[in-house]
């Protein structure tokens, strides 16, 4: 910043470093990489450009950046001369390796770096990448397992020589594909593997949406609906239900790709539309999957579409319906053999009986499909369980029992980063404070809550609808409606840390 300041005002002596434009010149330094060359190039634009409206002009900064002091070298007096210079430098391979991973977005693995260099042996990738870093083309992230990278400023140039090579198409294809290739199968992991696989998404996520946008744009439907067959269970986890049924539906708008692969994508935008609570988008999803699954005999897929139309059937407050669609979906799992699938299918029928008053009988449902998914280490659906349970006790009066089973699921919860249980069950342990006649806490917790289903975008329906509603009425009439919502927007504000110590006043110290 202090270079900017100094140059800038070389070129217009009244230029003043102010908190108006503070942020935007923090902006430009951090668009340019910090390069020096850079920043003074850019810094020569403040006689004609504001900071804020020269940041805003810097996505093209090679164009941008073409006024050099005329005592500076040739190779200097721009900024594309000067990558111009460096490139010119570079072996033929490290040339081709660096414009082929310019189509990275936020980084890449020395194992996605081979497979963009298809062609080369391995050995000659990592020579070519080491050459890279000691010329400081790439650079290297912090951490045990390498991750590199490429200054913005670098990989704009990179991509304009990989367009003009003529390379572009090829190089955003094998991108592509191998992150279809790493969501393979992920949505049927459970145990630490799910959280690994989960974890390893994390970093990635620029590069899964670029290639997601790339095959949409090439109407390449096998690579995209691979894509987002394996991504749905991040955006579900991670709360970002819209963003993630945005780009579904832009999949499943290219109208074509393999049938079990449309089938997998329709059932995810299924689920995320039901958890948004768009229960109508939500049934033609799963009746599509259905008849898909159906047509090319897949039990296994036929008997989950089965259990998500019961779960629209109880969302509808058809409950004898609903438990119709379990059982014959709890039969061809069975069938199937597959133990997982069935679980939630169980889980589901117990959470029906209860509705239904038959709160033996719901008990030991949810009890079997406890021991299943503890075996398999299906987490989520775990974490599900012990919520339902939490309820159970809520509405019987046994507090104790209901926080025990709350807490439960939400350390359960918090092995994969499930947020929207944690919602949920921040909205249960209001009540209990509410219970207890600790009112600031409850408002605070009920804020904390919502501030988390506002984050993740998904709905509260049914009961604990009802139950949220009821708290607030008693909260309101008990505080006054300015104090309520002044203690909601605390609790709202809280750091997700903070929300679960709010929650936990004995248990914080664990």
């Known amino acids: 910043m202090q270079l900017f300041v100094t140059r800038a005002k070389a070129v217009s002596p009244d230029f003043r470093l102010t908190e108006a434009n503070a942020r935007a010149v923090v902006g430009i330094c951090e668009a340019l990489d910090g390069l020096p060359l850079a920043i003074e190039l850019a810094a020569a634009r403040s006689k004609l450009l504001a900071p804020g409206a020269l940041l805003a002009r810097l996505e093209r900064r090679l164009d941008l950046l073409t006024t050099g002091g005329p005592d500076l070298p040739a190779r200097q007096q721009t900024l594309r001369a000067t990558i111009d210079w460096s490139f010119g430098l570079l072996e033929e391979d490290e040339q081709r390796l660096i414009e082929r991973l310019a189509v990275f977005v936020g980084g890449f693995t020395l194992e996605a770096a081979e497979e963009a260099c298809r062609g080369l042996s391995q050995r000659e990738t990592l020579d070519a990448v080491a050459s890279l870093l000691d010329k400081s083309l790439l650079v290297r992230g912090p951490g045990a397992e390498p991750r590199f990278g490429m200054l913005e400023t670098i990989r704009e140039y990179a991509l304009e020589r990989l367009a003009a090579s003529g390379q572009e198409q090829s ?3 094998r991108h592509a594909g191998y992150f279809a290739g790493l969501m393979e199968g992920g949505e049927q992991l459970w145990d630490d593997e799910q959280s690994t696989y989960l974890a390893q998404i994390e970093p990635e996520y620029d590069n899964l949406t670029a290639a997601l946008a790339w095959a949409i744009a090439a109407r390449d439907a096998e690579i995209a609906l691979q894509v987002v067959a394996g991504a749905w269970v991040y955006w579900l986890v991670r709360g970002s239900l819209s963003e993630g049924s945005r780009l579904l539906n832009d999949v499943l708008l290219l109208g074509s790709g393999p049938e079990a692969l449309r089938a997998r994508a329709f059932a995810a935008a299924g689920v995320l539309a039901y958890r948004r609570g768009d229960f109508g988008e939500a049934r033609t999803a799963f009746e599509e999957a259905l008849a898909l699954a159906r047509e090319a005999g897949d039990g296994t897929e036929t008997a989950r579409m089965l259990g998500e139309l019961g779960n629209i059937a109880v969302a509808d407050g058809e409950l004898a319906r609903a438990m119709e669609a379990y059982e014959e979906a709890r039969r061809l799992c069975e069938e199937a053999g597959d133990r997982g699938k069935m679980s939630r299918v169980i889980m589901n029928m117990g959470s ?11 008990r030991a449902l949810i009890d079997e499909a406890m021991v299943i998914q503890r075996e398999l280490g299906d987490w989520q659906s775990l974490s599900i369980c012990l919520h339902n349970l939490g309820r159970v006790e809520l509405r019987h009066g046994t507090p104790e029992e209901a926080a025990s089973l709350l807490e439960q699921s939400v350390d359960t919860a918090q092995k994969i980063g499930y947020r929207e249980l944690i919602a949920y069950a921040l909205a249960g342990f209001a009540e209990l404070a509410l219970a207890r006649r600790e009112l600031e806490r409850a408002a605070r917790l009920l804020g ?63």
């Open 171 to 173: 190089a955003r294809s």
């Open 352 to 362: 029906v009986a209860n509705m239904q008053g038959d709160a033996e009988r719901g």
């Open 448 to 510: 904390a809550s919502d501030g988390l289903f506002d984050q993740t975008g998904a709905s509260i329906e049914g009961e604990e609808k009802e139950s949220r509603a009821a708290t607030l009425e008693l909260l309101r009439d008990e505080l006054g409606s300015e104090a309520l919502e002044s203690l909601r927007a605390e609790g709202r504000a809280l750091p997700e840390a903070l929300m679960l110590a709010e929650a936990r006043p004995q248990g914080a110290q664990r």
